[in-house]
């Protein structure tokens, strides 16, 4: 079933691989259509969240990879097209919920990517597409050499308030480090973010670290040097992994730094976290954490912000300590700070060596909000209470055989711009919608010929998960020659699919 891996190295290392039979998961199928989804396994422990499951599921069944969404009950909601895809989530954009999520090409090397940014609304209908080419007369140069059509890397992509989007990208270069005892003609993977207005695809702002070198010197990276540093293998030494939108700024993560920096609106450096204690402009015994992804920033006021982020604790080539979802409550009077949440499951250590997130299901509900941590390069996710307790625990592959870069819960609600599916096969009705949230049953209907508008109504059945089945209603003396199924909320019709014979 399984081939290579997707790709190793930086993000994407999958670890050593199992034997066939380690990497066996069970998918399911469905007659109305190609989807072939992971099994999700769920174990509830505790009060859930309602919700859908955003799981851009990256493996190596016979489908490949795709966006993927499960209710609570582990049944799937919808999948997409095959394509690898990361950070698959419900944002917010001119006020309304849209579904984003980045696809493109993984480069082996490093875990980057070379992508666009999909924004799609609530029918599924890809409204925006986000873009990143050559500009400023700045052109990008990649490990391999290789152009691209949009430079969007895979590990974020954040709308703002202000309706644009912040995007991460990467830029391969030569770079002097023999100011450090390093070479003078080294290659380096340069860390770069750009906000895009969403409607024009227009750049407003840039940001490069390499501008910053006097607050972030490359010399403080804790990834080791590379000193045979060449174009197709550069020093990736600052992994910028995650961007938002601050009240007078912005906020990144840089992985290789063990640091979150606080940007002024033009880019300098206001101040830094580190997660080693003797480093950085914040002080406090707990605030400890080592190649963390995700950092958020929450209930920002002049003297306080809240922050969280993925503690990885882990790197790799190296398995140091559990990972843990980590909220921090920054004093910026006193640039102190304090842990409020360090969340792991004490019955199932997981150490992820890449990826992960934190996510308060409920942003604006910080300290009654259930949290959604996903284990990146581990494929399972759990939930935990506002307590920092396990609720559920959730997997959707083999260990290192699938991942997620990130996992998320929202509350979606979709009705899809295609029709539902019906199918009819030894004298059984199969019916799905796939990406339809807001029906609950079917109905079936007669009609004389397939064209017909003149339906008679013969039977309805309740929604049973992603695929509901029966068999042909009864219809009387007459034989019924073609039927339609309509997707309804209660009694009202919400779409019809097309005719189908009846054999
Ligand atoms: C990438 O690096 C090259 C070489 O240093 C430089 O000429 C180019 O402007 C950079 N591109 C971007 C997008 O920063
Ligand atoms: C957070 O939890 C992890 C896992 O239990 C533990 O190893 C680590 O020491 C904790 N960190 C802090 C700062 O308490
Ligand atoms: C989120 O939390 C806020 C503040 O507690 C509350 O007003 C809102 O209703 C919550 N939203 C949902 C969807 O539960
Ligand atoms: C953040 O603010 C919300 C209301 O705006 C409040 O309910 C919550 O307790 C605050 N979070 C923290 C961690 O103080
Ligand atoms: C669910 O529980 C079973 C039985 O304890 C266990 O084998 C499995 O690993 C658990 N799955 C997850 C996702 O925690
Ligand atoms: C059925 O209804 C559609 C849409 O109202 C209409 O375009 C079509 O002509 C009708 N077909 C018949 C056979 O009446
Ligand atoms: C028909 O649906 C039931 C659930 O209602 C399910 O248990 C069964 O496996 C389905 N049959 C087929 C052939 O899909």
Redesign the pocket.
Known sequence: MWSAPLAAGGLLLLGCLGSATEAYWPYTSFKTGPWEPPKLQLNKTGGIDPGLFFIPIRNENSLGSAVTIYDNDGEMVYQGPEEKSMNFRVQKLFDQDVITFWSGEVEIVGGYGYGKVHILDTTYREIYTITLTDNWNSKFVTATGKSHDSYIDVHEHQITDRNTILVSAINVTQQDLSSFDGPSDAWITASQFYEIDIATNEIIFAWKSLDHQDKIPLSESRQPMLIHSVQDNPWDLYHLNSIAATNDGYLISMRFYWAVFYLNKDGSVRWRLSGDIDEGDITGE????SWQHDARVYNETEQNLILSLF?N?NRQSQSD??S?G?VFNLDLTTMSGS?LY?I?D?TD?IYSRTQGNLQFINESATTTSNMIIGYGNTPKFKEYNSKGEVVLSGQFGAPTHAMSYRVFKHNWKATPFWDPAALIENGIIYMSWNGATEYDNWAIYSLPSIDSNETTLLSTHARTGFETNMSIPDAGSDPIKFIKVASRREETILRFSDAIEVF
């Open positions: 707990e605030m400890r954490f503690n604790a300590s559990a843990t980590m842990l360090n792991s004490p250590a």
